[in-house]
């Protein structure tokens, strides 16, 4: 089994930064592709950042040059860095991965319970 923890949300006032963070944990073979979606109230989840399995990285349009995400291979594990931030990034944001446990299995796909990011004055 594999667990995906989400950390570093928070109340942020608009203008300000958070850093997220994701470890991945349990029987990890090797994981194919990792990052972050997030879901605002009586919204869709929609994409935030994202490492593709040949390691290139994925943002949604409206958060270039805002969001960085990066990652510690070494530690499986995942940042999103936010700086900038405004009222509408208020959600709840979701750490994504697609993990094999044994070389014989296939890509199994595992979600974070999620954290909160709140931004207001």
């Known amino acids: 089994q594999v667990q995906l923890v989400e950390s570093g949300g928070g109340l942020v006032q608009p203008g300000g930064s958070l850093r997220l963070s994701c470890a991945a944990s349990?029987?990890?073979?090797?994981?194919?592709?990792m990052g972050w979606y997030r879901q605002a109230p009586e919204k869709q989840r929609e994409l935030v950042a994202y490492?593709?399995?040949?390691?290139?990285?994925n943002y949604a349009d409206s958060l270039k040059g805002r969001f960085t995400i990066s990652r510690d291979n070494a530690k499986n594990t995942v940042y999103l860095q936010m700086n900038s931030l405004k009222p509408e990034d208020t959600a709840v944001y979701y750490c994504?991965?697609?993990?094999?446990?044994?070389?014989?299995?296939?890509?199994?796909?595992?979600w974070g319970q999620g954290t909160q990011v709140t931004v207001s004055s």
């Open positions: 994504n991965a697609h993990v094999k446990s044994y070389f014989w299995l296939g890509y199994n796909e595992y």
């Open positions: 490492f593709s399995s040949v390691g290139s990285i």
């Open positions: 349990g029987t990890i073979f090797s994981i194919n592709d």
